[in-house]
């Protein structure tokens, strides 16, 4: 290719590329800072301390995941659809952020009832309440909205600026294992003002009108989400309960160890696999087999790139980030490196074939072969083996049957 053919070529996906940046940035910027920071906080704070916020924060991934009830992705795609109509963005935004608002008071009775009948919640009972008022972050930041609009760098100046004023915080008042109460408050005021802060320039510089809508005018909305609901929330649950079942049955150290295999892989995960929704706007004007093809084979290429270099360099960065008493965590990172090209792969089949024909529910599907998979997988092993490695590879395992399955959809319905 010429480079004057590779300059039009640039000039034509100037948005994409954008995007594409500001999302990774956006990604990169907030594992970034948890990886700066983690060596301070493993030291300060201890294993077993840093693995109880671990453990809280997987906990309010539950909520989180339920609040956010699938609606990113209908949502990025009505928006495209209005990216002009400023009356209709407007209805958009305040009804899905209307469908969280509900959604979020149902959740709090729901947590408050985990919150005094299981007994390490009740027990660290401050920690899990702070970490569980991130929810309030996933009610009021409308990323979908700025990804549909292809202004994602707003987004990122915004996490951006929150990750840095909280540092100088986080430097002062975290000194002993006890101050893992008030490291939970700083990250969780970082979330919820950057909510806060997006509402804010939504209304001032897209001009975007916010109002309550009432739940019977939603249910178009629920409607829509549903399929992603189940996708996302079957994944949540597969993802999270590594951590939950690593706690509860191994203690928090070892979740202290699975979080640092999996800070190793979050970085090039999250390089990589924005790529899919960057590319989601542009796709979706003008969807092509061939296309669509060549960008699942380059990232088939780069997941095995990050598994090789996971390999090769993931022990050096153990001893960087955690110290040797850490070291444990090389080989689960190096498991863990497989499920970025499970990530990659299956990303673009749900992106770039699934969505643009309407068959969510093949994601839904897919998400319960991967969790059904899981625990297939993982309950055996865990009972014969007792092992962190026995919950790591069972979530491996199930990432490649999510592969496998997505194949044979698309096979069998000739769908590219």
């Not at 209908?74 to 958009?92: G, H, L, M, Q």
């Not at 990323?143 to 987004?155: A, H």
């Not at 444990?328 to 969505?355: D, H, N, R």
Request: with cysteine; glycine share 4%.
């Amino acid at each position: 290719m010429k480079i004057l053919d590779i300059k039009k070529l640039v000039i034509k996906n100037t948005k994409v590329i954008e995007n594409y940046f500001f999302m990774t940035a956006l990604q990169f910027i907030s594992s970034l800072f948890g990886i700066l920071i983690y060596p301070y906080l493993i030291r300060v704070l201890g294993a077993g301390s840093y693995g109880l916020y671990v453990f809280a924060l997987s906990v309010t991934s539950y909520f989180t995941c339920f609040i956010s009830f699938g609606f990113n992705f209908p949502a990025v795609k009505a928006i495209v659809k209005n990216r002009d109509n400023i009356k209709a963005k407007s209805e958009i935004v305040s009804s899905i952020i209307s469908a969280k608002f509900y959604l979020t008071l149902v959740s709090i009775p729901i947590f408050s009832i985990l919150l005094f009948t299981i007994p390490v919640m009740k027990n660290n009972w401050i920690i899990f309440t702070v970490c569980f008022s991130q929810i309030i972050g996933e009610w009021l930041f409308p990323i979908w909205y700025f990804q549909g609009v292809q202004k994602m760098r707003i987004v990122t100046f915004i996490q951006l600026s929150f990750r840095i004023l909280s540092l100088p915080f986080i430097f002062l008042f975290i000194k002993t294992p006890a101050d893992c109460r008030i490291f939970a408050l700083i990250a969780s005021l970082s979330v919820i003002l950057g909510g806060i802060t997006s509402l804010i320039l939504l209304k001032t510089n897209e001009k975007v009108s916010l109002h309550f809508i009432s739940i019977k005018s939603l249910r178009i909305y629920f409607k829509d989400a549903m399929p992603f609901f189940w996708s996302s929330s079957t994944g949540t649950i597969k993802q999270e309960s590594v951590t939950i079942i690593i706690g509860a049955f191994f203690g928090m150290r070892d979740v202290a160890l699975y979080d640092l295999a999996n800070k190793i892989i979050i970085l090039p995960r999250m390089l990589t696999t924005s790529i899919n929704g960057a590319l989601f706007p542009k796709i979706m004007e003008n969807i092509q087999n061939s296309v669509v093809k060549k960008i699942i084979k380059y990232e088939t290429f780069i997941g095995l790139a990050i598994i090789l270099g996971v390999t090769f360099f993931g022990y050096w960065i153990v001893l960087l980030l955690g110290g040797k008493m850490m070291s444990t965590s090389y080989p689960l990172a190096i498991i863990l490196s497989v499920t970025v090209l499970v990530w990659l792969v299956v990303g673009c089949y749900i992106s770039f074939i699934f969505v643009p024909n309407n068959l969510y529910y093949f994601v839904t599907r897919n998400q319960l072969v991967a969790f059904i998979s899981f625990l297939v997988f993982c309950i055996p092993c865990v009972l014969l083996f007792h092992s962190i490695l026995a919950v790591v590879i069972s979530l491996t395992l199930s990432g490649l049957c999510e592969i496998a399955y997505c194949n044979f959809l698309i096979r069998k319905h000739k769908l590219l």
